[in-house]
């Protein structure tokens, strides 16, 4: 027993210090830049890595099926896509920099488009010659991508910096405009940055090196020349390579002089021996490293999908998952690497940096015992997962030799995906907080409620907002649940209110709050409540079918949507279609409403409820709805909050719902109390003069089938009531 709680102290520690090592992490400007970078530029890595999969897949090309006019289309749409993904990079990075520096500095506003010209300007002064290949190389996304971190990132700091030590000129007068002033006052510090990237390129070319590309390569390759084992150069690249993808930059590419120099001398050899009636002599090829250490690309990331397929709980996870699968059979990872993201992930970096290193070394012993043979046979590293294995060695065995590695991947990898889950479902809790609370709040400091929240919280509800637009178009995912009213007195189901709900499929059931407070944001508010009416309209056709039409529904109306012209149509609309009449329609609406109708609100208002559609107001006590309203608007019905009702009542609700009560009894208006849960509760309320009520105590809001047994159920308990009262009554007469 104390193992098991020393056991769940240490997962908490372990999972605490995460948790604080993700917020540092996380409200760092560098890793913020990073990661709405990395999402910008995420659809051209999606397209591009689609369309580089068609264009080297097996057999294509020999059999004919891509002909010279559409390879050549193809690599037109790669080249427009990875091609120039480096160079995509460095403006979304330099402007998200822009962005950051404009909140987090309080001086005078800089538009971030000038961090992206200074970013652009440095990064060809550093490369020097600016060819059509040159551009292509410096410009893709794997051979320009680790450059256009560092100058993007070293750009933008010196820029920031040197605005914050006031070095710009004062540029006054009516001749300018604000922008132009803004932009002149900077030419100091903009000049600065250049200048400096100058004269670093003049220390790269006193070094002997023509760009900053030739002296990474140059550095790279004297740190391993050092060892004259391929074992040890073989180990140092993989996990250089690791270690590279992991902060962004494409490793393999970032790395491709060893396939030009080392792994390309290594396979000709190899192929010089077989020709000559030798063995090879060379473990340590690009095809070797394809096939054992990038089973679905750099990371083993197919053990890592595998791994979340089986053990992963988190459905936004899964999702980027299954789109990943079919270009990670081509060894194609980076929607899974973006998509997570798995870059800059601390979560998964001790398995993403170290299995491809288990992996490296468990097939070179294979290799070296003979048990798989070496590869000698040269394949495109795209080409899918097992029949690389079986094509570069010519045997079986190295297919197994793969499933071997892959099937370790994924026990290595399925205790983080485990704890990503805990850190996901943390994240995702403490964001939907801050999202429920803004929608719940009445300060819109940007114009929306969710839309423009900052950070994790504001990333979510955009995507939820998009989500809502999507579901509102096609009409799935949202549903309705309702709620009964009843006439505790005369024991009758008078009718239901509709209440919206939406099961997301990648966050869940989402709080109705958010729901309408995204529609607000999104301006689809109108559209939202038009689909509760025609839903519920729909529902009550078919329970009238079978209870008779004595039953309402009752719907939600927002303010905006009385402004519509179209409102009275719509209403009539849906009931006809239903075949509802419009006196089993109640259209409920808020204190607000009733403390603003003028002009078209007020003459919708009239015309619903000469139709013979009943008006209740909502949440009644809560707002500062004037007695006068009351009679004036055309008011049949109002719902005492449940905030009054709720527990037990203290002297003022006390006070508050009596007054309620006696006023509407006055008026002869009908009140139902909300917010019942208790046989308790329902016994006091019911002494204040309470007799019809809705709430938890009778029923949940349930869905319409779940509605249709309730009715059917509490119709069958009352009639054996009435029975039962009909028999003690013949008992007393006969007494």
Same mark, same amino acid.
């Given at each position: ?100 520096? #404009? ?18 300007? $440095? ?7 600016? #060819? ?30 040197? %605005? ?46 023509? #760009? ?19 074992? +040890? ?39 010089s021996n077989i020709q000559s009636g030798f063995a090879p002599v060379h473990i340590l090829t690009k095809g070797f490293l394809d096939n054992y250490t990038m089973i679905g690309g750099s ?19 899964k999702r980027i998952s299954q789109l990943a699968l079919l270009v990670c059979l081509f060894n194609v990872n980076e929607p899974l690497l973006f998509g997570i993201p798995l870059i800059l ?94 929608? /719940? ?27 809502? +637009? ?15 009213? %009843? ?50 309209? #729909? ?32 209403? +009539? ?54 007695? /006068? ?34 006023? $509407? ?54 009639? $054996? ?15």
């Open positions: 027993m104390n193992k098991f709680k020393s056991g769940v102290t240490t997962d908490n520690l372990v999972m605490l210090a995460l948790g604080r090592w993700l917020d540092w992490i996380g409200s760092l400007a560098f890793f913020k830049v990073l990661q709405r970078s990395q999402l910008q530029v995420f659809p051209l890595i999606v397209v591009g890595a689609v369309f580089l999969c068609i264009l080297n897949f097996p057999f294509l090309s020999e059999t004919g099926v891509l002909s010279g006019t559409l390879t050549k289309l193809l690599q037109d749409v790669v080249n427009g896509t990875y091609g120039v993904a480096a160079l995509v990079l460095l403006c979304s990075m330099s402007y998200n920099f822009g962005v950051i520096h #404009n909140k987090e500095y309080s001086g005078e506003y800089v538009s971030p488009n000038l961090f992206v010209v200074i970013s652009l300007s $440095c990064f060809f002064v550093l490369h020097g010659d600016i #060819n059509f290949a040159s551009f292509a190389e410096i410009a893709s996304l794997g051979k320009g991508i680790a450059q256009a971190f560092f100058v993007s990132s070293l750009s933008s700091y010196l820029l920031h910096k040197l %605005i914050q030590l006031r070095f710009r000129v004062a540029v006054s007068g009516s001749g300018y405009d604000v922008f132009s002033r803004e932009i002149l006052s900077l030419i100091p510090a903009c000049v600065a940055v250049i200048l400096i990237f100058v004269l670093l390129k003049k220390l790269i070319l006193m070094s002997g090196y023509s #760009n900053l590309s030739e002296l990474y390569r140059s550095a790279v390759l004297a740190v391993v020349s050092f060892t004259s084992s391929d074992f +040890l150069t073989g180990l140092i690249y993989t996990f250089a390579s690791q270690v590279l993808w992991f902060f962004g930059a494409h490793g393999p590419n970032s790395l491709s002089f060893f396939d030009s120099t080392i792994f390309a001398d290594n396979m000709a050899a190899n192929i990371g083993l990331t197919m053990s890592l999908l595998i791994a979340i397929f089986l053990k992963g709980r988190d459905s936004g996870t992930n601390p979560v998964y970096a001790i398995p993403f940096l170290l299995i491809p290193s288990v992996a490296y070394c468990i097939a070179y012993a294979a290799t070296y015992l003979g048990v798989v043979p070496y590869v000698v046979h040269a394949v495109h590293w795209t080409t899918p997962v097992f029949l690389n294995g079986y094509m570069s060695t010519g045997a079986w065995s190295g297919v197994w030799l793969q499933v071997f590695v892959l099937s370790l991947g994924v026990g290595l990898y399925m205790p983080f995906v485990l704890i990503s889950d805990k850190v996901m479902k943390k994240q995702y809790d403490r964001g939907m907080n801050e999202i429920i609370a803004a929608a /719940r709040g009445e300060e819109v400091a940007t114009g929306f409620k969710c839309v423009g929240l900052p950070g994790f919280e504001g990333f979510v509800a955009r995507s939820l907002a998009s989500d809502l +637009l999507r579901a509102l178009r096609t009409e799935e995912q949202l549903y309705m649940v309702f709620q009964p009213q %009843i006439d505790d007195d005369a024991g009758e189901i008078l009718g239901v209110e509709a209440l919206i709900r939406w099961n997301h499929p990648a966050y869940g059931h989402i709080s109705p709050e958010v729901v309408v407070a995204l529609a607000e944001d999104m301006n689809c508010v109108d559209e939202l409540s038009y689909f509760v009416l025609r839903e519920s309209c #729909n529902q009550l056709a078919v329970w009238q079918e079978r209870f008779g039409y004595h039953l309402f529904v009752s719907v939600n109306f927002p303010p905006s949507l009385f402004k519509d012209k179209g409102l009275e149509s719509e209403v +009539l609309g849906c009931l006809r279609a239903a075949g509802v009449p419009p006196y089993c329609l109640e259209i409920e609406i808020t204190e607000s409403v009733a403390m603003s109708t003028s002009g078209r609100e007020l003459q919708n208002l009239n015309r619903l409820r000469e139709l013979g559609i009943r008006i209740s107001i909502d949440d009644f006590g809560m707002g500062h709805t004037s007695l /006068r309203y009351l009679r004036e608007l055309p008011i049949d019905k109002v719902k005492i909050d449940r905030s009054l009702t709720f527990g037990s009542l203290n002297d003022v609700n006390r006070h508050i719902v009596v007054s309620i009560l006696e006023l $509407c009894r006055n008026i002869e208006m009908k009140v139902v109390v909300e917010g019942v849960e208790s046989a308790e509760q329902l016994k006091s309320l019911k002494k204040l003069g309470g007799t019809c009520f809705q709430g938890y105590y009778f029923s949940r809001p349930i869905t319409g089938e779940e509605c249709l047994s309730f009715m059917e159920d509490w119709n069958e308990k009352q009639s $054996c009531f009435s029975e039962r009262e009909l028999q003690v009554a013949r008992v007393a007469l006969a007494d």
